[in-house]
């Protein structure tokens, strides 16, 4: 479009009515595109550390005395 405006063609509104609703379109894209990308990340951030806490909550210790020593089991 601004090629033809430079070089002293017209361009009527109704094109330039279209490549603008072709731009605002692809940036919608864009922006959908950019927040599927952030919510995937959120959700595998949330699933490292769901992950991490059940691996931490499988490890429990315990402390039996034994003839006056203390022995730790891992379950």
């Known amino acids: 479009m601004k090629i033809?405006?430079?070089?002293?063609d017209r361009v009527d509104n109704?094109?330039?009515?279209?490549?603008?609703?072709?731009?605002?379109?692809?940036i919608r894209r864009e922006n959908e595109e950019r927040k599927k990308?952030?919510?995937?990340?959120k959700l595998a951030k949330e699933k490292v550390l769901a992950d991490a806490?059940?691996?931490e909550?499988?490890?429990?210790f315990s402390f039996v005395p034994t003839m006056g020593a203390v022995?730790?089991?891992e379950f």
Do not use: D, P
Not at 4 to 8: K, S, W, Y
Not at 57 to 60: L, Q, R, S
């Open 53 to 55: 806490a059940a691996a």
């Open 4 to 8: 033809l405006e430079v070089t002293g």
């Open 37 to 41: 990308e952030e919510e995937a990340e």
């Open 57 to 60: 909550a499988e490890v429990k």
């Open 14 to 26: 109704k094109s330039k009515l279209e490549v603008i609703r072709q731009e605002e379109e692809i």
């Open 71 to 73: 022995f730790m089991l």
